[in-house]
């Protein structure tokens, strides 16, 4: 298991603009949620470590990324995928609707 530090809601600034600080290395940013999606680092800390964090009931860990020579799409998506083609999104937009 990797180290990782648990990232806090500090503050919400009155743009709505979260402050987040890990207590354990002083990481700080800000972050903007959509449709201005922005995030700005203040305090760099570890990074080195994963950082997690969450908020309202939901709690966001660490990520794993794993390459996988399978390429096989799970059935369910097949009904979504030919419903994307028929709709033709490659083909000439109409520009005067």
Known sequence: MHDQHEMHL???HPSGAEEWAC???????????????????LEVGDVSIAHTGGKGGLHMGSVEVIQSDDLTLPDGLQPWLKGLKDLDLDGEWDHAA
């Open 23 to 41: 207590p354990t290395c002083g990481r700080r940013f800000l972050m903007q949620w959509p449709p201005a999606y922005k995030k700005v680092v």
């Open 10 to 12: 500090e503050t919400t």
